[in-house]
């Protein structure tokens, strides 16, 4: 294994549809931080291939030397001695979309899944994108209504992830599917934890376990209902419409970071990280 530190480990976390054909601002952002080994965790996915076929040829082409696949079918495959000679000496971990249950369902205390969190924990950089970013929380998104506010008996869903990510429940795909009523619905049951949605073509750079950097085009939704008042999720008929009160709302670009220790954003000009990515000069 790379000689990686605890203190180095990162996520980054995509919302979806990240550029693959421009700059590639988001890839080149977890590419640069790629420490020897690259595997890429399709197990999400039904067209396996044709996603790894993408990711192989775009992370080649900026830089990664080492990149292979890890396709996992069914539950033995996470369990093989095969499936853990892929992930040896790997400093990086790329899950794609698809179906966040499948990769749960696929992976959940299996031999792969430890290994991967023993990469993690050693210093690497695990990312995922769509449903590869929602399974990296430890409470994950698996369903509900986006298009709309949110009702008390409405069918939100949510699962065990895979722990990587403590603290804040993840939603992506964000602003594009309306999805903020079900993400208010998620954090109105557990104020305790963070909502964070993230629109496609954005991500989220988490380093030290708490502190969140944007990258990308779109907006990322920090819900923190820690002050939360009043809300009638217990108390009314499963028909009716969520009623929160006092939830804070924070709205984050590129460049600007959020520190879950003190719950405070922080901004930072969009133009800088750019120009670090793309080596541009100022």
């Not at 549809?17 to 640069?32: N, S, T, Y």
Request: charged share 25%; proline share 2%; aromatic share 6%.
């Amino acid at each position: 294994m790379p000689n990686l530190k605890r203190n180095e480990r990162t996520l980054v976390i995509i919302g979806g549809r990240e550029d693959k054909e421009g700059d590639k601002l988001i890839l080149r952002a977890f590419a640069e931080r790629v420490k020897g080994k690259l595997v890429v965790v399709t197990a999400a996915s039904d067209h396996q291939d044709e996603l790894w076929e993408d990711y192989e040829r775009i992370f080649r082409g900026l830089g990664v030397r080492h990149v292979y696949k890890l396709a996992l079918e069914t539950r033995e495959d996470a369990m093989s001695d095969k499936s853990i000679r892929i992930l040896e000496d790997a400093g990086a971990v790329f899950f794609t979309g698809g179906d966040q249950v499948k990769i749960t369902s696929l992976l959940g205390l299996s031999p792969v899944c430890q290994r991967i969190q023993d990469i993690y924990d050693a210093g690497g950089t695990v990312a995922g994108t769509s449903a590869g970013a929602s399974v990296l929380s430890e409470t994950m998104m698996v369903g509900g209504d986006g298009s709309e506010s949110h009702r008390i008996g409405q069918s939100l869903r949510l699962a065990p992830g895979l722990g990587l990510l403590t603290g804040t429940i993840v939603d992506q795909h964000f602003a594009e599917r309306g999805r903020i009523g079900r993400l208010l619905g998620a954090i109105a049951q557990n104020p305790r934890i963070l909502g964070m949605g993230i629109d496609e073509n954005t991500a989220v750079i988490v380093k030290r376990d708490n502190f969140y950097t944007v990258i990308g085009e779109g907006g990322v939704y920090i819900l923190d209902a820690a002050n939360m008042t009043y809300t009638n999720v217990t108390d009314e008929e499963s028909d009716r419409t969520l009623s929160v009160y006092d939830v804070k709302l924070h709205l984050l670009s590129q460049g600007d970071t959020f520190d879950c220790r003190t719950r405070l954003p922080r901004a930072q000009q969009a133009e800088k990280i750019e120009q670090e990515l793309l080596g541009k000069t100022a």
